[in-house]
């Protein structure tokens, strides 16, 4: 009896967009928009970014940024303990125009192999309401406030993290001669079930140091009054409203 035996290295095969998309029926002003889609091919495993120069660059820029931020630290895995995998996710950025603004990669954990009350205990994601959102905006247009919209690049690597979690190194840049060690984090990114909370309290922590207090009614709001004025704040995950 003959059995097959199945290769476990996974192939990736890039298809261009044209195959599965028709601009025939596309408008005149989308085409742009199609067109810079089907000139940038999204890779779907680390193994494909890593034959591009310009993926593999985006990459190292990213391990770099983490390394830097003291992320997490080397170590023997220990026994009977639960590791996380790891991968990598990436996106092309567009400007409005439809023309390209640049590659994006992001190393995240697969939390859906953490265990509760092993790895993560409590889940937590800051999300404003509705309601509050639309208040402020016409508070702000009544009292013709300025608005501003605010984006935390990375902001969960700012959390920092409660439990003890080991994880897979990130595939593609496993430390020469360490293949066989794990990263402990110390800090949160995206991926983990607990990130969005600890990136909370790590905001929280700093906004209160700055003098903003925390609505009891919507925990995503927060107002400073000072004798120069009110200065407010909603929150929507790592989005921000300033007014």
Request: net charge positive; proline share 4%.
């Amino acid at each position: 009896l003959r059995i097959a035996l199945r290769n476990g290295r996974r192939q990736c095969t890039l298809h261009p967009i044209s195959h599965f998309v028709s601009t025939d029926d596309v408008g005149k002003n989308m085409q742009p928009f199609i067109q810079a889609l089907a000139a940038h091919t999204v890779p779907t495993c680390h193994q494909q970014a890593l034959l591009d120069t310009q993926w593999r660059r985006v990459m190292q820029d990213e391990m770099d940024a983490l390394v830097q931020r003291g992320t997490w630290e080397l170590v023997d895995p220990p026994p009977h303990c639960d590791i996380v995998g790891s991968k990598w996710v990436f996106t092309v950025k567009y400007n409005s125009d439809g023309s390209m603004e640049r590659y994006k990669t992001r190393l995240v954990a697969k939390g859906y192999t953490q265990t509760y009350g092993v790895d993560f205990f409590e889940t937590f994601s800051l999300v404003a309401r509705l309601g509050t959102i639309r208040l402020i905006i016409s508070v702000a247009v009544h009292h013709d406030w300025h608005m501003y919209q605010l984006d935390v690049k990375n902001a969960f690597l700012y959390g920092d993290l409660d439990e003890t979690v080991y994880m897979q190194q990130p595939p593609g840049f496993e430390r020469q001669g360490e293949c066989g060690k794990v990263c402990k984090l110390k800090k949160a990114i995206y991926g983990f079930k607990q990130s969005p909370r600890a990136w909370f309290h790590k905001f929280f922590e700093v906004v209160s140091k700055c003098g903003f207090v925390r609505s009891p009614l919507d925990h995503s709001l927060f107002i400073k009054k000072t004798s120069r004025g009110i200065t407010v704040l909603v929150v929507y995950v790592d989005d921000i409203i300033l007014t």
